[in-house]
């Protein structure tokens, strides 16, 4: 399967979950060419954040910046999307056949470029430099931890999708500290290939795969009902503690 295959995407990969509230701290403005949502006040470290396909612009993903920004970074957020966030008001089962003709628009090739864009400045005007992403956004994150030399120092993977086993011994190679936030109920991060990631990774220092039991894919960024949110918040401060140990 390649990694633009669409048949890697489910159900719970469009579903937008439950929208969160507040107001985000941040802004938007253009870094390295790329619109992005920007915040946090940290010189030193940065976090760089690939989003799944709600975009830059998603209240959720904003105000999930925020908290990592909070832990003492500056996050970005860049749009990666050349048509734009795919559009799932009003979500029904014809999503999917809309996701195929959105995903042709905005293939992860390009989205890979213009991440690896934002992390090269990232690496320029930061000491520390991470990455977060969710979904299809690990896609991005897991191409930067292949790179050699890779811009980051670590990475968060959120439920991935897009990966494949040909990624496995490249991510063991570059030996990077990973932390796998896994759904219970997936259908993208089988069961095999997470075995493989975890067999590979047992022996590479700070890779861990943290459990959140009676979740579903997507529940990161776009919980839905009372576990959901409790695990999305668990995992949350599970990524602020890591991202702050190996700043």
């Given amino acids: 399967m390649s990694a633009s295959s669409p048949a890697v995407a489910c159900d719970k990969c469009l579903r937008p979950g439950d929208m969160q509230e507040g107001t985000p701290a941040g802004r938007i403005e253009q870094y390295a060419g790329v619109e992005c949502y920007v915040t946090g006040q940290s010189k030193e470290a940065a976090i760089l954040y690939c989003t799944d396909i709600f975009g830059h612009k998603f209240i959720n993903h904003q105000l999930l910046a925020d908290k990592f920004a909070a832990a003492g970074f500056t996050v970005v957020i860049p749009n990666n999307f050349k048509s734009g966030p795919m559009d799932t008001n009003g979500y029904s089962v014809y999503a999917m056949d809309k996701f195929f003709v959105w ?22 005007d930061y000491k520390s430099v991470q990455a977060v992403g969710f979904c299809y956004g690990a896609r991005q994150v897991v191409d930067l931890v292949k790179q050699s030399p890779s811009p980051l120092k670590a990475a968060v993977l959120y439920h991935p999708t897009f990966l494949t086993a040909e990624d496995v011994p490249a991510v063991k190679q570059q030996a990077l500290p990973l932390l796998f936030h896994c759904a219970a109920k ?18 590479v220092p700070g890779c861990k795969f943290i459990d959140y039991p009676g979740t579903e894919h997507g ?4 919980p839905e009902g009372e576990l959901a949110h409790k695990s999305s918040a668990e995992a949350a401060a599970n990524s602020c503690a890591f991202f702050a140990q190996h700043k």
């Fill in 219 to 222: 529940f990161g960024a776009r």
């Fill in 103 to 124: 995903l042709a628009q905005n293939p992860v090739e390009f989205a890979g470029e213009t991440s690896k864009r934002v992390a090269t400045q990232l690496a320029t």
């Fill in 186 to 203: 997936e259908e993208i991060f089988s069961a095999e290939l997470r075995a493989q990631f975890e067999a590979e990774l047992k022996d």
